[in-house]
């Protein structure tokens, strides 16, 4: 086996190649006191999130000594960008929960899961959903087309919700930090020249126990530690008293819910068996397979599977696609928000302060790397670009490692990119908002969920060094 000990040398030339533009104490100084900053103005202040993002965020990039008008570029374009990619996928996962709602689609899907299986193995059932699900899909897209079946399995069960949601969320996030074809856990395989093959097999061996530990087994205390009720989302028109005359059938529904996966799936084992290949066929599924489109298309495809399946005419689906978007303005630019505040962070040179970190360490790479994704998560609030950084910094180790390790060190990296989700990560946003939390609620759910699959994760590159 090679070497697990990154020579001095090494990492500190890595670190001279994106050195920061501030002194680091100034940089850490300005992320801790915007963190604080959000959090008193909407825990003490009672400032709407959005509002507190925002004046976080221009406070994070003033202290970092970027002159204002720099602070409200990078914000703006920070948010920009998460509209561009989350905020479009929120608002079509709306439209879609809610014509999967209102059809009685949700329904057929609900009442089978709940019919079906026990009260002890019904968030089994759902951590199993999360992760097939969560496999070939980003975790923004997945959250916002399982949302809605989270709510309605635990109204109908009358299993606390967070004994639900927690289990698909461990699957989805699992999935999106430690397996290919996810942008993170691709990136980094690009960056260190991994085995895509052996890194997507060593992945799904670590997600198993990390989805575990983190999702049903974890669920148990967070149901005692976050007792909320369920929120008031995907009123399905049975809970309304107003069911329609008829509703689409269970195998119509699964495969409405399963057409994006599908595509997207197509597209990741295109990327995987045909990398670099132009063929029409392949430039088709790499289109059809973008979540964006794939999304579009499951909406489409549910006006007529969900909508004339349900008998609705063309001015119900209409209106029920007016009336999906307006629940979600607060959310999408709490979100937006988000992105700017990770933005500001990312573009005072963050990434430069963890480098000079790390130079000189000594420990085992893997756990190097976890700690270098950790620290970058922390203060950037994005998995991908910890992944990347992360990457980036440890990539010149490669040369002195063999395949196998070389895809242990992407776990490493992708295991410790999804640590500690709190106020700059857009995820967390989207789940308190959601599930209607508030931000210890959150901290004490969402965020320890996070903590839980990123240890795992770690543990397991751990053990999997010693057999590889």
């Not at 910890?386 to 060190?409: H, K």
Request: hydrophobic share 55%; with cysteine.
């Amino acid at each position: 086996m090679a070497s697990l000990i990154p020579t001095t040398s090494t990492l500190a030339a890595a670190a001279e190649t994106v050195a920061p533009a501030q002194p680091a104490g100034q940089l850490i100084a300005a992320a801790v006191i915007g963190i604080a900053i959000i959090i008193a103005l909407i825990t003490w202040v009672k400032l709407h999130p959005y509002l507190s993002l925002t004046v976080g965020a221009l406070a994070t990039g003033a202290i970092a000594g970027m002159n204002i008008g720099d602070s409200v570029t990078s914000f703006s374009a920070g948010f920009g960008s998460t509209m561009g990619g989350v905020g479009i996928l929120i608002a079509l996962g709306a439209i879609y929960g809610k014509l999967l709602a209102d059809s009685g689609g949700a329904d057929r899907i609900v009442d089978t899961l709940v019919s079906k299986a026990s009260a002890r193995s019904l968030p089994w059932v759902m951590g199993l959903i999360g992760a097939v699900i969560g496999l070939p899909m980003f975790f923004e897209v997945g959250l916002v087309l399982l949302v809605p079946v989270i709510i309605l399995v635990a109204r109908r069960s009358g299993q606390s919700l967070m004994r639900i949601a927690i289990p698909t969320l461990a699957g989805l996030s699992a999935m999106h930090g430690l397996v290919p074809p996810h942008p993170g856990p691709l990136a980094a395989i690009d960056a260190l020249g991994a085995n895509l093959g052996l890194t997507l097999a060593f992945g799904v061996i670590v997600a198993i126990p990390a989805v575990i530990i983190s999702g049903p087994l974890f669920a148990r205390f967070a149901a005692r530690w976050v007792d909320v009720p369920v929120p008031e989302l995907f009123v399905t028109a049975e809970d309304a008293g107003d069911e329609p005359k008829r509703r689409p059938s269970f195998g119509a529904t699964l495969f409405s819910i399963l057409l994006p996966v599908i595509l997207m799936l197509g597209k990741a084992i295109a990327d995987i068996g045909a990398a670099g290949s132009d063929a029409p066929w392949k430039l088709a599924l790499d289109f059809l397979g973008t979540p964006v489109i794939a999304l579009l298309i499951a909406v489409i495809a549910g006006f007529f599977i969900l909508g004339r399946g349900a008998g609705f005419d063309r001015q119900r689906i209409n209106d029920i696609v007016g009336s999906s978007l307006g629940p979600i303005a607060g959310i999408l630019l709490i979100v937006g928000a988000g992105g700017g505040f990770k933005q500001v962070l990312v573009d005072t040179g963050i990434g430069g302060v963890i480098a000079e970190f790390v130079s000189g360490s000594s420990v085992s790479v893997l756990i190097l790397a976890w700690l270098v994704a950790v620290v970058i998560r922390i203060a950037t609030g994005s998995a991908t670009v910890a992944t990347i950084t992360a990457a980036g910094i440890l990539q010149p180790l490669t040369e002195t490692l063999d395949s196998p390790m070389v895809a242990l060190l992407v776990l490493a990296i992708g295991s410790g990119s999804v640590f500690l989700s709190h106020v700059n990560d857009a995820g967390f946003w989207l789940i308190k908002e959601y599930f209607g939390l508030s931000i210890p609620q959150t901290l004490k759910s969402w965020t320890v969920l996070e903590c839980l699959i990123s240890v795992t994760g770690l543990a397991g590159t751990l053990l999997l060094s010693l057999v590889v």
